[in-house]
């Protein structure tokens, strides 16, 4: 099946820093989609982009299908943003199963 | 709703009871997904749905576990014969078509 490695998997910023998060798959997809699980456990949904640049207010994304890989920018951290960051990829379009990566665990100190 | 419905939010049964989670998806979702997690790990595929007809099982680890959507949204995920190792937190989430997945707040299995 389709591989998904994230990285780093760990991240401590200090408040205000700027992170770059990397996701890398090893074939072709349809559908890649980023994830944040909050310290309470809820998993919620950042960006559906399978490919192209999406932006929404202090969090950017871009996913190069062709290279197979998307990154996740988040600028000005806030202790907010600390939790666990997911990649998700699929192969036939939005209504399929996703592969999950291992996640990126990042905490933001005030 | 709002968003998607687990319930219970907490389950702990003993090994070799059957248990039933419940998904109730956004409303007009056509497409419902069951995943499971454990502690440290991404979401694992179980199955998915779209309307009433189960699309996709492969991720069913083995033959205790199934799941139905019977009218096209509510759905029920239920494991037989409970064992320690199918302890871990179920996830629901739901789409339409071609739109990103909505997470519940999963079900968090025990089994002592």
């Known amino acids: 099946g389709i591989q998904v490695e994230q990285s780093p998997p760990d991240l401590i910023l200090q408040e205000g820093a700027n992170s770059t998060l990397r996701c890398n798959f090893s074939?072709?997809?349809?559908?890649l989609q980023w994830f944040h699980q909050n310290p309470w456990g809820q998993l919620i949904n950042l960006f559906y982009?399978?490919?192209g640049t999406k932006q929404n207010g202090r969090l950017s994304a871009t996913t190069v299908a062709t290279e197979r890989y998307s990154l996740l920018y988040i600028s000005s951290s806030q202790t907010t943003d600390s939790g666990v960051y997911f990649c998700a990829v699929g192969l036939a379009g939005a209504n399929s199963k996703l592969t999950f990566g291992k996640g990126i665990t990042l905490s933001v100190r005030p | 709703g709002a968003g998607v419905s687990q319930s219970p939010r907490y389950k702990v049964t003993k090994r070799g009871q059957d248990v039933a989670l419940r998904c109730d998806p956004i409303s007009g979702h056509v497409s419902l997904y069951w995943y499971r997690q454990a502690l440290g790990q991404g979401p694992e595929f179980l199955t998915y749905f779209n309307y009433e007809a189960q699309q996709d099982k492969s991720g069913l680890p083995n033959d205790r576990f199934s799941a139905e959507r019977p009218e096209g949204s509510i759905s029920t995920l239920t494991i037989q014969r409970t064992e320690q190792r199918d302890s871990a937190m179920y996830r629901c989430?739901?789409?339409?078509?071609?739109?990103?997945?909505?997470f519940g707040n999963g079900t968090r299995l025990t089994v002592t």
């Open positions: 989430a739901s789409s339409f078509f071609n739109s990103p997945l909505h």
């Open positions: 982009i399978p490919s």
């Open positions: 074939d072709s997809v349809n559908n």
